[in-house]
């Protein structure tokens, strides 16, 4: 057991390298990230408490994946297996739980900690044992993969926002909506095999604009559900619900840009904070796509 939290702490690591950073910095890294969170909390306790609770839980339920555990089965015995897995549901949830503590959330923290004791027990295959149907085609494959990986999420979102919707709190089911397209950009951190592109046949501009198409359209189709009994209840909220799906027609094609601009490695830290930036100050993306735009443009012509 001591020997598979030496490899997951080596991985980190290595991860952290990959992005740039020292491991030296994992835990004052973790200990920012907290504490921005202690004080997004203060400032919107009710939005930021939903949020934080999401993400942990998203965190589990990834951690709960089926082929995952079922190779930590035939690793370990019954005894080390549930105790790694118990550990790291216990490592992901426990600052979130003291972040809920001091703010005097005690219903999710007790419901964060029994959704990390359940998916000890309980593996995603259980919930579901055959493949996802999704409504989205066969390429790009972005949507098809991150869609099976957060079904359960985007579930628990859509219950929600109709909750919302159902006792007049237009709000939440805008928040959920947002939810979504935050959820929906981070799909595109998968990269794929430089084979892939090169079996394409589009131009580099094609492909983008292609990418962009269906990204645009995809993530319209995961929005709708809200969007459409949200403009119908609510008509006077019309131009904030276009707003907020505005802000993800925006979102897609800068993250699809920045993909493959740094094409083929991943997104590292400095790009990723200008991705923070952009989300806290919006109108940034309108002026920084171009410049991720052009940019995957040329790496494509090299890559291809």
């Known amino acids: 057991m001591k020997s598979y939290f030496n490899l997951q702490f080596k991985i980190i690591c290595r991860s952290m390298k990959d992005f740039g950073l020292p491991w030296l910095l994992i835990f004052p890294s973790i200990l920012l990230v907290y504490t921005a969170l202690f004080y997004l909390l203060q400032l919107y306790p009710y939005w930021a408490a939903y949020l934080i609770f999401l993400l942990n839980f998203q965190a589990l339920f990834s951690l709960a994946e089926y082929n995952r555990n079922d190779f930590l089965k035939l690793t370990f015995n019954n005894l080390d297996y549930y105790l790694i897995r118990m550990l790291e549901n216990l490592i992901i949830s426990l600052g979130t739980v003291i972040l809920f503590i001091l703010h005097a959330k005690f219903d999710l923290a007790l419901l964060l900690l029994a959704i990390g004791i359940l998916f000890v027990f309980v593996s995603t295959n259980s919930l579901w044992s055959r493949t996802i149907p999704t409504p989205f085609k066969k390429y ?10 957060t079904w359960l999420l985007l579930l628990i979102l859509y219950v929600l926002a109709y909750i919302g919707l159902a006792y007049g709190n237009q709000n939440l089911a805008l928040f959920c909506m947002f939810c979504i397209c935050i959820c929906t950009s981070l799909y595109y951190q998968v990269i794929e095999p430089n084979l892939i592109l090169w079996n394409q046949n589009r131009k580099p501009v094609a492909f983008l604009n292609h990418k962009f198409k269906r990204g645009i359209f995809q993530l319209s189709l995961l929005l709708l559900p809200i969007l459409i009994p949200l403009v119908a209840l609510f008509p006077h909220d019309i131009s904030k ?8 027609l925006f979102l897609i094609p800068f993250v699809i840009s920045l993909k493959y601009a740094v094409f083929p490695r991943k997104v590292n830290v400095a790009e990723g904070v200008i991705l923070g930036l952009c989300l806290m100050f919006y109108p940034l993306v309108l002026f920084i796509i ?8 040329q790496n494509l012509k090299t890559v291809q």
Do not use: H, N, S, T
Not at 292 to 297: G, S, V
């Open 140 to 149: 790009p494959f972005e949507f098809i993969i991150g869609f099976r990986k």
């Open 241 to 248: 619900a276009l707003i907020v799906w505005g802000l993800g």
């Open 290 to 297: 171009p410049y991720y735009y052009f940019k995957a443009i």
